[in-house]
């Protein structure tokens, strides 16, 4: 089970950090993406971490902005995201499978999402 946290409203500009518990599964087996989909769009890539979290991958959309991390320890993966826009408005999913690729059906356990609203 995948437990996603820390959405919320913020203006433009600002940041939030969303956090990923997992239960249930062996957490440092997994690889770990972050997702999102805005209404009436379908789910994007976000960003992945590998098992150990020596390597990270970002959608265009996000590199530079967003930061991806894990601490094995907590079995919990993170989403640092900066310089937040309006259109980075959507639920936000974390993800776990057993390859690092960008592709959402890759992915075999879900979290339940949690809204991210951004104001202009």
């Known amino acids: 089970q995948l437990q996603a946290s820390g959405g919320g409203l913020v203006q433009a500009g600002g940041s939030l950090r969303l956090s990923c518990a997992a239960s249930g599964l062996t957490f440092g087996s997994y690889v770990m993406g972050w997702f999102r989909q805005a209404p009436g769009k379908e789910r994007e890539f976000l960003a992945a971490i590998s098992r150990i979290g020596g390597t990270t991958y970002y959608a265009d959309s996000v590199k530079g902005r967003f930061t991806i991390s894990r601490d094995n320890a907590k079995n919990t993966v993170y989403l640092q995201m900066n310089s937040l826009k309006p259109e980075d408005t959507a639920v936000y999913y974390c993800?776990?499978?057993?390859?690092?690729?960008?592709?959402?059906?890759?992915?075999?356990?879900w979290g339940q999402g949690t809204l991210v609203t951004v104001s202009s």
């Open positions: 993800a776990a499978g057993p390859f690092l690729r960008t592709a959402s059906l890759a992915y075999s356990y």
